[in-house]
């Protein structure tokens, strides 16, 4: 089969007969621990690794590995709601976690869905990672494209699956909530006003300085971090003591600082102005332009 002559639509077939395999694994695999008593976190983060292998085999038959990009947004919602059937807890802090999870993955894979055009094309950072090192690229993709960001986003949501250990909220926790919700509007704005920005700049390479992005280089970026430091919040708001749950957030800058950024970064070197642009614009936390 020639996926890369597939339509938008087609292609949202083989997104859906994939996805709804992987989390049929997953599923099964969670009830399979929880009937033999295995640990919760434990036994979902073997369910979000077979989730990934399995997605990991059909973006090789598609040889796309952007079939993988939705699982960000996806499969969190889908553990989120797990997790609260297995539990059996819908308390307020549980029904408000759920609903910032819910803003944010649905307009995330929204988001996704507005710019994907096809199996025809694939995650530019991919493609980058395979002409530099092509001998390695099966490592690479497994590893580095599927499996890392798979556990990243595993481990941020610990925190989530801590909070349904609770009932109630407080202040602190509201805060949380707060931030998590606008950070999904941030995004929301971001991606908006980057999207229009290139549907008004088809023909020519330039650099947006509107909106956000007046303001910061990666406003996008920013309100992803924000999110999950929202959801840490969110627990924290229960414990208040700082322990080793506010490593995982710290997990997710460091990605986003040492990898995500000076990948996207480097990319732009090279585009008219934006030399300029990098010295005026503040790289994340919005400020105002430099003199």
């Known amino acids: 089969?020639?996926?890369?002559?597939?339509?938008?639509?087609?292609?949202?077939?083989?997104?859906?007969?994939?996805?709804?395999?992987?989390?049929?694994?997953?599923?099964?695999?969670?009830?399979?621990?929880?009937?033999?008593?295995?640990?919760?976190?434990?036994?979902?983060?073997?369910?979000?690794?077979?989730?990934?292998i399995v997605i990991f085999f059909f973006s090789n038959i598609t040889k796309n590995a952007?079939?993988?990009?939705?699982?960000?947004?996806?499969?969190?919602?889908?553990?989120?709601?797990?997790?609260?059937?297995?539990?059996?807890?819908?308390s307020i802090n549980v029904i408000l976690l759920l609903v910032a999870v819910l803003v944010w993955g649905i307009r995330l894979t929204l988001n996704w869905w507005k710019n994907w055009s096809g199996f025809k094309h694939q995650d530019w950072r991919y493609t980058h990672l395979k002409n530099q090192a092509p001998k390695i690229y099966p490592i690479t993709n497994f590893f580095g494209i599927h499996m890392i960001p798979t556990l990243v986003v595993y481990i941020q949501l610990i925190n989530a699956h801590d909070v349904m250990q609770y009932q109630g909220i407080n202040f602190i926790f509201v805060i949380g909530f707060i931030l998590s919700i606008s950070a999904a509007v941030i995004q929301f704005i971001a991606d908006k006003q980057m999207y229009d920005f290139r549907t008004n700049n088809k023909m020519k390479k330039s650099c947006i300085d509107e909106g956000l992005w007046k303001y910061s280089r990666h406003p996008n970026y920013l309100g992803e971090l924000t999110f999950w430091i929202g959801i840490y919040i969110m627990y924290f708001s229960f414990v208040q003591v700082i322990n080793i749950n506010i490593i995982y957030p710290i997990l997710m800058i460091l990605l986003f600082m040492f990898i995500s950024i000076p990948l996207m970064e480097k990319k732009l070197h090279d585009r008219p102005g934006y030399s300029e642009y990098k010295n005026k614009v503040s790289m994340l936390i919005p400020f105002r332009k430099k003199a």
């Open 1 to 52: 089969m020639d996926f890369q002559s597939m339509s938008k639509k087609q292609t949202l077939w083989v997104f859906l007969v994939t996805y709804l395999f992987a989390i049929f694994i997953g599923g099964l695999t969670l009830i399979y621990g929880v009937n033999n008593d295995y640990n919760v976190v434990l036994t979902t983060l073997a369910s979000t690794i077979f989730m990934t």
């Open 66 to 90: 952007s079939l993988y990009d939705p699982y960000w947004s996806v499969i969190p919602i889908v553990i989120v709601i797990e997790w609260i059937v297995l539990y059996k807890n819908l």
